[in-house]
Structure formats: structure tokens, C-alpha cells
Nanobody, 123 residues
Framework: QVQLVESGGGLVQAGGSLRLSCAASGRVFSTYAMGWFRQAPGKEREFVAAISRSGGYVESVKGRFTISRDNAKNTVYLQMNSLKPEDTAVYYC???????????????????WGQGTQVTVSS
């Protein structure tokens, strides 16, 4: 069992930056690949970024966003720069006990989810 808790969301002006954190419980964090998704009102949850167990492989659909992890701290991060109003959404972190093309796994395939953190970008 893995519990995930996101933090770092908030209100920011367009062009600003935020760093989201996701703290994981348990001693098995390093055995899971981690990802970030987001969901805006009325839209489906969409993939944002993912990182492999070791951190050696990363995938991001937003060039402005960078995912990283610290296995010693059981934490994964999402650095978001040059934020735009269309980035407004609830951001979720997720864990998956698989490797490979992480972006290809749909949300239903991911094993554990956090409760989400709201990011609002004002114009």
C-alpha cells in the first residue's frame, strides 16, 4: 500500500512558477514509477509527466514542466514554469508498478493516487 500526499498548489499569475511535491508513505517508493496528471473542470484527467523508478527516464508533455524524484525522501516533484491560465487544474500524483512507456498507461492503469492539489493561474 502506498499513500500519496500532494502539496505546493496555489494561485499564481500567468508567467509565474510553482513546484508541486508529492510525498509517499512506505518503504517501497523506489519500486514505483511516478507520474503527474491534471484535471480541469469538465475535462478528462490528462497525463502531464512521469519518471521511472530510478529517475533515469522522464517523460513530459509540457516543455515548461520538469519532473524529478528523491528516493531518499520518498518524494516526487513537478516544477512548473511560465504558467498559463490553461494550466489551471487539480494536479494529482500517481504511482505505478510498471516500467516502459509510462505516458502510454491510461489513468485507470495507475495503482495509487493522491488527493490532488489545486493550481490556479490568473491572467
Amino acid at each position: 500500500q502506498v499513500q500519496l500526499v500532494e502539496s505546493g498548489g496555489g494561485l499564481v499569475q500567468a508567467g509565474g512558477s510553482l513546484r508541486l511535491s508529492c510525498a509517499a508513505s512506505g518503504r517501497v517508493f523506489s519500486t514505483y514509477a511516478m507520474g503527474w496528471f491534471r484535471q480541469a473542470p469538465g475535462k478528462e484527467r490528462e497525463f502531464v509527466a512521469a519518471i521511472s523508478r530510478s529517475g533515469g527516464y522522464v517523460e513530459s508533455v509540457k516543455g515548461r514542466f520538469t519532473i524529478s524524484r528523491d528516493n531518499a525522501k520518498n518524494t516526487v516533484y513537478l516544477q512548473m514554469n511560465s504558467l498559463k491560465p490553461e494550466d489551471t487544474a487539480v494536479y494529482y500524483c500517481a504511482a505505478i508498478n510498471l516500467a516502459g512507456n509510462l505516458k502510454a498507461y491510461p489513468p485507470a492503469r495507475w495503482d495509487y493516487w493522491g488527493q490532488g492539489t489545486q493550481v490556479t493561474v490568473s491572467s
